[in-house]
């Protein structure tokens, strides 16, 4: 799998991990290590759109991602003059425009819990976002 590195000692369950963040299946959690552990290799995936802070009647912090993959694809014809002219500052996706929209919901005791909002499923699979960009834990990696 492109999001993974064999440089890297991989925590456990890594690839399954990862494909649970990226499905959203069903609600589920971790730990605020394990958040801290596995989230970085999401950064290709999800893209930090805002955060709503704690209230008295809702005693968390919900950070709001939206897929990278959100914006509109290009047009064919265009990425390719670009490439020829080794201009590929932004990299495009040519996959149909990604809706997909979800929170972690971050506890007091620092727990997080993964929910998916809207637009599921992806328009795309994951090995699709591994080859679009990089994540955060393989970058630091090469
Ligand atoms: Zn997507």
Known sequence: MPGISTLLVNPPGITQHRQNLFELHTKFSLSSRDHATIWPYMSNVWSFKNKNLPTATAPYTDHHYHCRLRRAPDVPKALRARINN????????????????????????????????????????????????????????V
């Open 86 to 141: 080794r201009n590929v500052n932004g990299r495009k996706h040519e996959v149909t425009k990604c809706n997909c929209t979800m929170k972690v919901r971050e506890y007091v005791d620092g727990r997080r819990e993964y929910i998916a909002i809207s637009g599921f499923l992806h328009t795309h699979d994951l090995d699709y976002s591994d080859l679009d960009k990089i994540n955060e834990v393989v970058k630091q990696a």
